[in-house]
């Protein structure tokens, strides 16, 4: 059951799913419309029910770095303005939180309801300055 409306999950493929999740990620990378080096891990199948019910999801966590923070913020700035007209609907945006107020946006997907997370990083406590993103689907149910 998904916790937030009751209902049961939906059931699909993790194939069909990481292929729709890499393809948003690959527009999401687009719209920042910067060069820089980009880590690929790939999306992957894990676990996201607490309650037993066996629920899946795909994960694509991804980050770009190697490129000033003049060219991250002008990235991050595309991206913001890029999501809407990309089907996505931004539900935050503002800093994370951290002692170091990096700038954050989630969004959400409005035909597959995935989410994304982006968070510009801008390095002020001596790391790499970097954009972080993870890009996630809805819980779902594996296909038999």
């Given at each position: 059951?998904?916790?937030e409306?009751?209902?049961p999950l939906?059931?699909r493929?993790?194939?069909?799913?990481e292929?729709?999740?890499?393809s948003?990620?690959?527009?999401?990378?687009?719209?920042?419309?910067?060069?820089?080096?980009?880590?690929?891990?790939?999306a992957?199948?894990?676990?996201?029910?607490?309650?037993g019910?066996?629920?899946?999801?795909?994960?694509h966590?991804?980050?770009?770095?190697?490129?000033?923070?003049?060219?991250l913020?002008?990235g991050?700035?595309n991206?913001?303005r890029?999501?809407?007209?990309?089907g996505?609907?931004?539900?935050?945006?503002?800093d994370d939180?951290s002692?170091?107020?990096n700038?954050?946006?989630?969004?959400?997907?409005?035909?597959?309801?995935?989410?994304?997370?982006?968070?510009?990083?801008?390095?002020l406590d001596?790391?790499t300055?970097?954009i972080?993103?993870t890009?996630?689907?809805?819980?779902?149910?594996?296909a038999?």
């Amino acid at each position: 059951m998904d916790k937030e409306n009751g209902k049961p999950l939906p059931s699909r493929t993790s194939s069909a799913v990481e292929d729709e999740v890499s393809s948003l990620s690959s527009r999401v990378l687009d719209m920042l419309k910067v060069k820089g080096k980009v880590t690929e891990p790939g999306a992957y199948t894990s676990s996201c029910a607490e309650d037993g019910s066996k629920g899946v999801w795909v994960r694509h966590p991804w980050s770009m770095y190697g490129i000033d923070n003049s060219k991250l913020g002008e990235g991050f700035a595309n991206l913001k303005r890029s999501l809407p007209g990309d089907g996505w609907e931004i539900v935050k945006e503002g800093d994370d939180g951290s002692r170091n107020k990096n700038p954050e946006i989630r969004a959400v997907h409005q035909r597959t309801h995935s989410q994304l997370e982006a968070r510009w990083l801008k390095g002020l406590d001596g790391n790499t300055p970097l954009i972080d993103v993870t890009l996630y689907s809805q819980c779902f149910k594996e296909a038999e």
